[in-house]
């Protein structure tokens, strides 16, 4: 733990679905004073995206399904077009993904590659969110995907160009940050 921080109290504020906590700290800012601050932390675990990409095609899967918390923030209809995810639960980041990409999108995969991990929204939420990319091909489409009845997952799969990908991070018609990210970094990185 870092010397400028203190946890003084911890209290559980809600443990419904995830863990919402209070924590109330002490913080020795850098010209040495001390503040006592409050802030409320959300723990709904880590977890691990991929973007899948054919060289051949120039195409990525992506997924659509309705997100709750887009609805009521403005998103008319609480659809979202995203990269495949999921939480870790008591998985590693490699299992975790390949378990979720064959749920989701029913392409079973074998080479992943880490691109990288991140905060995704570090003010308030604990989860690090670790980066995939696989390169898939027709003959690994296994079942229709679509999720986890179980789960009351309803996910459409997309299979898009990245030309069309991108326009519609342009457009505003992908507004998910960790699929904006992907596709950006196969952009950059020239992988299609």
């Known amino acids: 733990m870092a010397d400028n921080v203190k946890i003084l109290e911890t209290k559980v504020l809600s443990d419904n679905w995830y863990v919402l906590r209070k924590i109330t700290y002490e913080y020795i800012k850098r010209d040495g004073t001390k503040s006592i601050q409050s802030r409320e932390a959300y723990d709904r675990g880590n977890g691990a995206t991929i973007l899948l990409y054919n060289k051949d095609s120039h195409t990525v899967i992506l997924t659509r399904q309705f997100r709750l918390p887009t609805f009521v923030n403005g998103n008319e209809t609480g659809m979202l077009i995203e990269a495949c995810a999921g939480l870790l639960?008591?998985?590693?980041?490699?299992?975790?993904?390949?378990?979720?990409?064959?749920?989701?999108?029913?392409?079973k995969?074998?080479?992943?590659?880490?691109?990288?991990?991140?905060?995704?929204?570090?003010?308030?939420?604990?989860?690090?969110?670790?980066f995939f990319i696989a390169e898939y091909a027709t003959e690994m489409k296994v079942t229709d995907g679509g999720g986890l009845e179980e789960e009351e997952e309803n996910i459409e799969v997309l299979e898009l160009t990245i030309d069309e990908a991108m326009r519609m991070v342009e457009l505003g018609e992908i507004k998910d940050a960790k699929t904006i990210m992907l596709l950006q970094y196969v952009k950059l990185n020239n992988i299609l």
């Open 89 to 107: 639960e008591k998985d590693n980041p490699e299992d975790c993904i390949k378990r979720e990409t064959e749920e989701e999108t029913g392409y």
């Open 109 to 130: 995969i074998t080479d992943i590659r880490k691109v990288f991990e991140a905060y995704m929204s570090p003010g308030s939420v604990t989860e690090i969110l670790y």
